[in-house]
T-cell receptor
């Protein structure tokens, strides 16, 4: 089962615009990570935010984490056609049977 | 440094057969995790191995099994294949496997088709 759910499921924007994706999860976490996947290939790690952090930046990426709402957002600024991909959040859960859970993903299309 | 490699890249099997997939992690990485990705269920965690021991396991039937060798290479096996096992199987390696998960490096995946 999926712990995380991304919203929206799909997003289409023009090049240069900002893209925002949201992730909600259900259980307590140690950290939350965002990954990118290009069309049926392996995933690439983008950024990790720990449960005691609220915001993190990496280049054009900005991630926020609200543990009280069990949600995170990924903002990509000044998007490029090359950003077209699926984006997944992944949570490392604090306990239980399954340690790492991926969300359902957001499919981003950036139109040149 | 070479990335995570997975073999084979594509595989076609028929129902009832078994299959073995292989994953070679990045040199120095001792943690290897396996995931199944399907359009319907998304990315699901299968299991994780660290120093030849299975540390964590997802919610999959016993037909799915794995192992890790002393050189950290890992294999996963699926027995008695079903149509629903058709998926992209992804392997990921992780340098720090002792406590918390950190960045996982993914291989390109093995695309399994069950006919």
């Amino acid at each position: 089962s999926q712990q995380g759910e991304e919203d929206p499921q799909a997003l289409s924007i023009q090049e240069g615009e900002n893209a925002t994706m949201n992730c909600s999860y259900k259980t307590s976490i140690n950290n939350l990570q965002w990954y990118r996947q290009n069309s049926g290939r392996g995933l690439v790690h983008l950024i990790l935010i720990r449960s005691n952090e609220r915001e993190k930046h990496s280049g054009r990426l900005r991630v926020t984490l609200d543990t009280s709402k069990k949600s995170s957002s990924l903002l990509i600024t000044a998007s490029r056609a090359a950003d077209t991909a699926s984006y997944f959040c992944a949570t490392e859960n604090t306990g239980g049977y399954q340690k790492v859970t991926f969300g359902t993903g957001t499919k981003l299309q950036v139109i040149p | 440094k070479a990335g995570v490699t997975q073999t084979p890249r594509y595989l076609i099997k028929t129902r009832g057969q078994q299959v073995t997939l292989s994953c070679s992690p990045i040199s120095g990485h001792r943690s290897v995790s396996w995931y199944q990705q399907t359009p319907g269920q998304g990315l699901q965690f299968l299991f994780e191995y660290f120093s030849e021991t299975q540390r964590n396991k997802g919610n999959f039937p016993g037909r799915f099994s794995g192992r890790q060798f002393s050189n950290s290479r890992s294999e996963m096996n699926v027995s008695t294949l079903e149509l629903g096992d058709s998926a992209l199987y992804l392997c990921a390696s992780n340098f720090i496997g002792g406590g918390s998960y950190n960045e996982q490096f993914f291989g390109p995946g093995t695309r399994l088709t069950v006919l």
